[in-house]
């Protein structure tokens, strides 16, 4: 009797109805296409198949040379795990990947009842939880695309509920937070240094326990951080903190570059450099391609600083919005009705961030204003590398939330004024 009451109390809870039919829907679809046997598979895969086969966090790439610290580590691992465990059935990860969306899902409804109301929250979760690009990576990829939504979203709601006690257990746990996500994708680290920055600037405390909190916040993240890092220096004999990929810095900062991963015909950027370019970087090993990407780099934006800031411009617009290059890969009707959709989404996200801001109609002001930091920091600290639509996803699904506040206070604006024409 106990058990037939809590699940008819879980039945008519809307938010577990949305994530059961969008766990459903992953499900039959991977069924359907035969992703739970053939996924597209990523570097990951190489990676997990090496950890499991004694070989260690070992990626070939470009000219075959043999990276060791290719990428975040957390995915690889995760994967190599969970094939160590299942003999190597791509299905369980694919389903952890359904996990982790759910997750997020519940996290949007959670953020949307403390920031505005019960309603709002259910409908955002609906939103995020048929979002077909999310819907997408989870059930066609094997990518850590959900894990680094949950984690993004997860560092929001935690800011959010424990801002109103600064304490330093809860400091912790948000650095323990970013700290994961470091491992995952580097530009969550990005969370951090906003985040020191709102303690600074807006919490009413001393300024010496501040500095403590924000200590506190650091050494969390780098005790998470710290293993990877030891073990890179030991075997690199150099400082390296995640990864030595210097090439996704330099696809976005280079005179070639268009702020994409692909040149101005379509093709990916190294291949447009010249041969000898080319044969350069493949005769150098691991470290030494990461420094000539960084050399490269930064030489590029010494001598064409005003070209930089250009890119910088049009990379954060990209993140925003669309690339010349968007759709590139898939039917260009799949983007047209994306960009319908982006389009509506994005109009009414402007309209509530002014409906909240301009007419101070939202009681939760300070709340939705660290919501709107998070969103900045992860798009400016992309638009340091390069901009696809994939990267937006991570965060659209906070996006969403201001979607349907934009719409709810639309609504609410036009009914006023037909009831005050119609008196």
């Not at 499991?52 to 580590?73: Q, R, V």
């Not at 912790?172 to 700290?179: Q, V």
């Not at 650091?218 to 090439?247: C, D």
Request: glycine share 6%; net charge positive.
């Amino acid at each position: 009797m106990i058990k037939a009451n809590i699940f008819a109390k879980l039945f008519r809870n809307k938010v577990f109805l949305v994530i059961i039919a969008s766990f459903s829907v992953r499900v039959i679809l991977a069924v359907i296409f035969g992703t739970f046997q053939h996924p597209v598979t990523w570097e990951y895969e190489e990676i997990a198949i090496n950890l499991m086969n004694g070989k260690g966090y070992l990626y070939h790439h470009l000219g075959g040379t043999p990276y060791l610290s290719f990428n975040n580590p957390l995915y690889g691992y995760i994967c190599a795990g969970i094939y160590s465990i299942t003999k190597h059935n791509f299905a369980v990860v694919l389903l952890m990947q359904f996990l982790f969306s759910m997750a997020t899902i519940y996290l949007i409804f959670l953020l949307g009842k403390t920031l505005f109301n019960n309603r709002l929250g259910i409908l955002a979760a609906m939103l995020v939880a048929f979002h077909p690009g999310l819907i997408y990576y989870d059930v066609f990829n094997l990518l850590p695309f959900s894990i680094d939504t949950f984690i993004i979203t997860f560092i929001a709601f935690a800011i959010i509920k424990f801002k109103r006690e600064f304490g330093y257990k809860n400091v912790i746990f948000i650095g323990f937070l970013i700290g994961l996500g470091l491992l995952s994708r580097g530009v969550i680290g990005a969370i951090l240094p906003f985040f020191c920055i709102y303690m600074l600037c807006f919490i009413k405390i001393a300024l010496s326990k501040k500095l403590m909190l924000i200590s506190a916040l650091f050494s969390a993240a780098l005790i998470v951080i710290m293993p990877w890092a030891i073990r890179n220096f030991v075997i690199h004999k150099k400082y390296v903190f995640i990864s030595t990929t210097g090439e996704v810095f330099w696809m976005g900062n280079n005179i070639l570059a268009t702020g994409t991963p692909l040149s101005q015909q379509g093709l990916p950027i190294l291949k447009s450099f010249p041969v000898h370019f080319q044969k350069q970087i493949y005769s150098l090993d691991e470290m030494g391609q990461k420094k000539f990407f960084e050399n490269e780099a930064f030489r590029f934006i010494r001598h064409n600083p005003f070209k930089f800031i250009q890119l910088y411009a049009k990379k954060f617009f990209y993140f925003w919005w669309f690339s010349p290059q968007s759709g590139a890969l898939y039917p260009r009707s799949h983007l047209i009705i994306y960009k319908l959709f982006y389009s509506f989404l994005l109009t009414f996200s402007i309209f509530a961030f002014f409906h909240m801001t301009v007419f101070k109609k939202c009681v939760n002001l300070e709340d939705v204003s660290l919501i709107i930091l998070i969103l900045l920091a992860i798009s400016s600290t992309q638009s340091l590398f390069y901009s696809e639509g994939r990267h937006r996803w991570l965060i659209e699904p906070m996006l969403l939330l201001f979607f349907v506040y934009g719409i709810f206070s639309f609504y609410d604006i036009v009914k006023r004024l037909i009831l005050k024409k119609g008196g």
